[in-house]
């Protein structure tokens, strides 16, 4: 197996793993964050808010973070600049 032929499938775990991420950290903070007393809620609400953000957040970015890192060697035999540049707007 080529290592850009590897380096295609861990790109596509790797989204995959992006999607399966941040769609349940939104489905637990749109569930707090739609309740008619979303006020009231919140207090009691606090850990799924945190699980949500962390989900959201933290995990999702590592994980684009990752597939940009993998990503330059692949970019840089055919463009530095669309490789360095693609990497610099995920880390901005």
Request: a negative charge; aromatic letters at 8%; proline letters at 4%.
């Amino acid at each position: 197996m080529s290592s850009d032929k590897a380096a295609a499938r861990i790109l596509g775990a790797l989204y995959l793993l992006a999607f399966i991420a941040y769609a349940p950290g939104s489905g637990l903070i749109e569930s707090v964050a739609t309740a008619p007393d979303f006020l009231t809620t919140l207090v009691d609400a606090k850990v799924q808010l945190i699980l949500g953000a962390i989900l959201m957040s933290l995990v999702h970015s590592a994980i684009v973070l990752a597939i940009d890192i993998i990503m330059v060697p692949v970019l840089v035999p055919h463009s530095k600049f669309i490789a360095y540049g693609d990497f610099s707007s995920i880390i901005t």
